[in-house]
């Protein structure tokens, strides 16, 4: 048997999941940005860390307007939005090098998307080699950073927005 040590699952698996709100709704309270991994809010755009990422620094980027499709989005909110996808990428090259990018939109349910009621975009930066025998033989993606080291690395930069 493999094992892989992951302890901060432990959080999701003990909690109530059903009772939890949407991800990407802000809410009034700030105070909890870090804990829920929020690096950066405007009057239209979010971004937030994937708490169960593919790879280090997987970002989601989401409009605060809770809409299922772009087509709910108003001209300036979709701008705003993929301008948002663009320096979110600017920040991953600065601050941790990747090789490339997988970005991605999922609309719908049967289309993949785990929040399928408030749309977002996946960033998911690639390193060359990222993808190893762990996720070809074991089934096994290694995340060789903690999260939360990637969280404090990428909030400065998104500060400075």
């Known amino acids: 048997m493999s094992v892989l040590w992951a302890p901060w699952r432990m959080e999701y698996i003990l909690s109530d999941q059903k009772n939890i709100d949407c991800i990407f709704c802000l809410g009034k309270d700030r105070t909890k940005d870090e804990e829920r991994l929020i690096l950066y ?15 280090n620094g997987h970002l989601l980027v989401a409009p605060v307007k809770h809409v299922s499709s772009l087509e ?8 705003a939005l993929i301008d948002r996808v663009n320096k ?26 785990g929040v399928a009621d408030h749309m977002h975009f996946h960033i998911i ?29 990428l909030r400065s930069r998104f500060k400075e927005l």
Do not use: C
């Open 72 to 79: 709910f989005l108003s001209s300036d909110e979709r701008l």
């Open 88 to 113: 979110s990428i600017l920040i991953l090259k600065a601050k941790m090098a990747p090789e490339g990018f997988n970005v991605g939109l999922n609309l719908g349910k049967v289309a993949g998307a």
């Open 41 to 55: 809010h405007d009057n239209h755009t979010m971004v937030i860390m994937n708490l169960y990422p593919y790879n």
């Open 125 to 153: 930066p690639r390193w060359n080699g990222d993808t190893n025998f762990m996720t070809v033989v074991g089934d096994v993606r290694v995340i060789p950073e903690h999260i939360k080291e990637t969280y404090q690395k």
